[in-house]
């Protein structure tokens, strides 16, 4: 368990957005929970999962074609899938650890889908919506949303909106909601926040108080 930041994940942090490497600044942040880990292991299984993905693609294949082949590796083959059990466990929010049980919330599990998708140069973006997280593939020609906690079950705007209001128990109520990309400091400061409040949750202040010294480095 780390208390201050390690050098590694300040550097991510405060570097240039756009280069950041999300799966590597997650690794980072999931010390808090289980100490240093060596990224190595889980980057090659992350590269491993990609190669699969691109063997199942013709050149050129389309958008459709790459949501089919991503389903078939990482939700029907590796079998990752959201918590729906223990949805608030800490365990959860930690990379290493989702990757390791095959399951976690729906911000962890996007930052897989979206690390996979950086690897294979698709246009995949997190989208933050209240009280869940979804990926948006969008080529100027397939545009859709995909709830990785679901299994990669595909979703339309409407449909996103349905599923905010049964999460946040509003059903017949005017739920508007913003599309836009989520940047990778803020997915970052988003995955603390929820470490914060498993461990509020649990009773765990010594470790909330850690999270919200690296919190402080993300967004101060």
Known sequence: MLVEPSAAFQALVAGDEQAMELDAAAIELASIHTGPCDPEPILRLLDEWAGQIEGMLMPGAGGAHFLSAVNRVLFDGVGLRGDREDYYAAENSCLPLVIERRKGLPITLSVIYLEIARRLLRPVYGVALPAHFVCQYNDGLVRVYVDVFDQGRLLTEEDCVE??????????????????????????????????????????????????????????
């Open 163 to 220: 599923k905010i209001r049964e999460l946040t128990a509003r059903p017949g109520q005017s739920v508007e909601l913003q599309f836009v990309p989520c940047g990778k400091r803020a997915i970052v400061g988003r995955m603390l926040r929820n470490l914060w409040g498993s461990y509020r949750r649990a009773g765990d202040n010594p470790r909330a108080g850690i999270v919200e010294n690296w919190l402080r480095f993300v967004a101060p």
